[in-house]
């Protein structure tokens, strides 16, 4: 074959490479029982609005962010939907 014409890659087995779409860029993240703890925010008592995520989990959804790590998937790790 000529090197200038490219040769075309064909699926034979679609339901394997969707599933393979579908896990690309699959990442387990452990977290120790102690940045478990630290995860949740304890109420502050005072009166107005209450802070919703901690300190810890918004620097690790901001880590998430400079690997361009998709939203969709920060947002399932930060519990919300």
Known sequence: MHPMYKTHY?????RVYEGA???RGDVTLW????????WGVRPSGRPGGQQRFSDLAIETALTLRVFHFPCVRRRALSGRS
């Open 10 to 14: 064909r699926v034979g087995n679609w």
């Open 21 to 23: 779409l579908v896990r």
């Open 31 to 38: 977290f120790s029982p102690n940045a478990r703890a630290a």
